[in-house]
């Protein structure tokens, strides 16, 4: 079997072109957590960071996608989680003064789950931050 030359490899980051350029962050949070709720992994692993999706060195066996999609998909199928964006936190300038990193806070709400009132709190508010990877904002870390 003949190795393919490197203009003929397909490149992991290639779900990054779902997403538009340009995104604010909010956009880009708004859109990974709908990307659990409609069950759209491809779209999902667009807005994360490049260090994320392919990053096998957390503690727990697996891809920072693949822990995360998981927790998501758990918590929406038990209890139809979905989540509302509250505010825009820190943001954290390069030494140019471009931004670089900024934290959103979203509240984590019931869906319509038997024994549930809908659009209730679901625990406490999660955060998601944010990366300004190569000028498109990316998910560093987020919470579920």
Do not use: C
Request: charged content about 25%; overall charge negative; cysteine-free.
């Amino acid at each position: 079997m003949a190795i393919p030359d490197s203009e003929n490899i397909t490149k992991y980051d290639e779900p990054k072109e779902l997403l538009p350029r340009g995104m604010t962050p909010r956009q880009v949070a708004d859109t990974f957590y709908d990307s659990v709720y409609n069950n759209k992994l491809d779209m999902w692993l667009a807005t994360l960071t490049e260090e994320n999706k392919t990053n096998s060195t957390n503690e727990v066996l697996g891809a920072f996608s693949s822990v995360g999609w998981q927790t998501a998909m758990k918590k929406l199928l038990k209890y139809g989680t979905h989540y509302r964006f509250i505010e825009e936190g820190d943001t954290t300038t390069d030494e140019d003064g471009e931004p670089q990193y900024i934290n959103l806070k979203y509240s984590q709400l019931y869906g319509e789950v038997p024994g549930y009132k809908p659009n209730t709190p679901l625990g406490d508010n999660v955060n998601i931050l944010l990366y300004n990877e190569l000028g498109e904002w990316r998910v560093k870390t987020a919470e579920f």
